[in-house]
């Protein structure tokens, strides 16, 4: 199967940010989490895989259509919503849906009917006096009124109340019931992508630092408690990555992948506690840098 994105050592300098070298996959008929602090280049690579600017180098094919070269054909098939879309020119919502309908041969009215009530829009209402939240639903009304093979979400639950989230990630995963349909969402929600999210990556200062299928990424990394043993200081051991140290106790962040057999002889201490971390407690161990926080006691 043909993948939804690739991304092949791109590299994108903004004032003094330089996104990569980065490569990335995205498979066809997944959602997919990019994840990342503010700043790191989630919304840089969105808008590169969006065609919205060029980077200075790398390549970047979408349904193997190349995003410089094939542009149109390539808009035509992705729907994007992000926080910082602005719709105030239009000043009625309805007058904004009959413009932007117009251009896309994919657009459901019946569907934009529907988005409209569940969200608690009205075609009368006055854009310029939506909420935050309101602006962010209509957003997603012009984006999955469609029927393309990529949505592209930036931060699509900002400002969505408990309600509007749940329409959101039912219509979601509504969509990946039809063949070849992706959805790349770019969230700090953690918890909804640990329910709803097929593949990850993380990037980190313009990189990619991790990036894999959830089941995978679960069973990849796991989280290490020891008692070490009288007067011992917590070992460097290639494979774990030291998180917090107080006194006899050492708490680790342990990758199965970089772990050689028989490290836990190297460890001058017992291990008391294994434990699988969720995905929001992944993110902050693979954020976290020196000095070690002290653990609470």
Not at 193 to 201: G, K, S
Not at 220 to 246: C, E, K, S, W
Not at 248 to 263: I, K, N
Request: with cysteine; aromatic share 6%; charged share 20%.
């Amino acid at each position: 199967m043909q993948n939804a994105v690739d991304v092949r050592d791109v590299v994108r300098r903004q004032g003094r940010f330089q996104l990569g070298p980065l490569s990335l996959t995205i498979p066809a008929g997944c959602i997919f989490g990019l994840i990342g602090p503010n700043g790191a280049g989630k919304t840089t690579l969105l808008d590169l895989i969006c065609g919205v600017g060029r980077a200075q180098s790398g390549t970047i094919t979408v349904m193997g259509m190349d995003i410089a070269r094939d542009e149109v054909a390539i808009k035509q098939r992705i729907a994007y919503a992000g926080p910082e879309t602005s719709y105030l020119p239009w000043g009625r919502v309805g007058r904004l849906i009959d413009f932007v309908s117009g251009f896309y041969p994919d657009w459901n009215d019946v569907k934009c009917e529907s988005l409209l009530e569940a969200f608690g829009l009205q075609r009368s209402q006055s854009i310029p006096a939506l909420s935050f939240g309101g602006a962010s639903k209509l957003g997603l009304v012009l984006a999955l009124s469609r029927d393309p093979h990529l949505i592209v979400l930036d931060e699509p639950t900002t400002g969505l109340d408990p309600v509007a989230r749940r329409v959101l990630y039912a219509e979601l995963l509504n969509r990946m019931q039809r063949p070849n349909r992706t959805i790349l969402i770019a969230t700090h929600i953690l918890a909804d992508l640990e329910r709803f999210a097929d593949r990850i990556a993380l990037i980190h200062q313009g990189s990619v630092r991790l990036a894999g299928d959830m089941a995978t990424i679960s069973e990849r990394y796991v989280q290490i408690d020891v008692a070490l043993a009288a007067g011992a200081d917590a070992p460097v051991v290639p494979g774990l990555t030291l998180l917090a140290h107080l006194g006899a106790r050492a708490r680790y962040l342990g990758d199965r992948e970089a772990l050689a057999p028989g490290w836990e002889s190297t460890l001058a201490g017992e291990i008391v506690e294994r434990k699988a971390l969720a995905l929001e407690e992944l993110y902050l161990a693979l954020e976290s840098t020196p000095p070690v926080r002290e653990l609470a006691a």
